[in-house]
Nanobody
Framework: QVQLVESGGGLVQAGGSLRLSCAAS????????MGWFRQAPGKEREFVAA????????DYADSVKGRFTISRGNAKNTMYLQMNSLKPEDTAVYYC?????????????????WGQGTQVTVSS
C-alpha cells in the first residue's frame, strides 16, 4: 500500500511558476512509476506527465511540454512537478499517482494509487 500526499498548489498569476510535490509513504517508492494528472471544473481528469521508476524516462502531455518538468528523488520518496509559464488553462486540481510498474502510461487505469489532489489556480 502506498499513500500519496500532494503539496505546493496555490494561486499564481499567468506567467508565474509553482512547484508541486508528492510525498509517498512506504519503502518501495523507487519501484513505482509515477504520474501527474489534473482535473479542471466540468472536465475529465487528464494526463499531465509521467516518470519511470528510475527517473530515466519522462513523458509529457503536449499542452505542458516545454513548460513543466517532472522529477523524483527516490531517496526522499518524493516526486515533483515544476510548472513554469503558467496559463489560466492550467487551472485545475492536480493529482499524483503511483503505478506498480517501472514505466506507466497516460491513462488513469495505468495507476494504482492516488493522492487527494492540490488546487492550482492561475489568474489572467
Amino acid at each position: 500500500q502506498v499513500q500519496l500526499v500532494e503539496s505546493g498548489g496555490g494561486l499564481v498569476q499567468a506567467g508565474g511558476s509553482l512547484r508541486l510535490s508528492c510525498a509517498a509513504s512506504g519503502r518501495t517508492f523507487s519501484r513505482y512509476a509515477m504520474g501527474w494528472f489534473r482535473q479542471a471544473p466540468g472536465k475529465e481528469r487528464e494526463f499531465v506527465a509521467a516518470i519511470s521508476a528510475s527517473g530515466g524516462y519522462t513523458d509529457y502531455a503536449d499542452s505542458v511540454k516545454g513548460r513543466f518538468t517532472i522529477s523524483r528523488g527516490n531517496a526522499k520518496n518524493t516526486m515533483y512537478l515544476q510548472m513554469n509559464s503558467l496559463k489560466p488553462e492550467d487551472t485545475a486540481v492536480y493529482y499524483c499517482a503511483a503505478a506498480k510498474t517501472v514505466v506507466a502510461g497516460r491513462e488513469s487505469y495505468d495507476y494504482d494509487y492516488w493522492g487527494q489532489g492540490t488546487q492550482v489556480t492561475v489568474s489572467s
